[in-house]
């Protein structure tokens, strides 16, 4: 099993800045990738970012690309979302999730095994 833990969300102002992160523990060496996810009310879960376990692969939306940031605190098993230029449309909850297989979509909630228990990220205009 892998437990992940989400921190740092919050509320900010329209243009502001917040930074999440996931810290994994448990059976880490299965991990091959992680991925950020947020889901916004009355609408579906939809993909935002995601890293490599080595931190030398990203992806990102189109709808945060240039804003957003995904890293790997390579001092321990923690893995940041910095947040830039926030509009209100990213309010939402934000989830932290691991995937063990390399061959799954990145961008797809089922190709993700575990999941923490989410942050709510609250951006004002």
């Known amino acids: 099993q892998v437990q992940l833990v989400e921190s740092g969300g919050g509320l900010v102002q329209a243009g502001g800045s917040l930074r999440l992160s996931c810290a994994a523990s448990?059976?880490?060496?299965?991990?091959?990738?992680l991925g950020w996810f947020r889901q916004a009310p009355g609408k579906e879960r939809e993909f935002v970012a995601s890293?490599?376990?080595?931190?030398?692969?990203?992806a990102y939306a189109d709808s945060v690309k240039g804003r957003f940031t995904i890293s790997r605190d390579n001092a321990k098993n923690t893995f940041n979302l910095q947040m830039n230029s926030l509009k209100p449309e990213d309010t939402a909850v934000y989830y932290c999730?691991?995937?063990?297989?390399?061959?799954?979509?990145?961008?797809?909630?089922?190709?993700?095994?575990?999941w923490g228990q989410g942050t709510q990220v609250t951006v004002s205009s």
């Open positions: 890293v490599s376990w080595n931190g030398g692969s990203t």
């Open positions: 999730a691991a995937r063990g297989n390399p061959y799954k979509k990145y961008d797809q909630l089922f190709s993700y095994d575990y």
């Open positions: 448990g059976r880490t060496f299965s991990i091959y990738a």
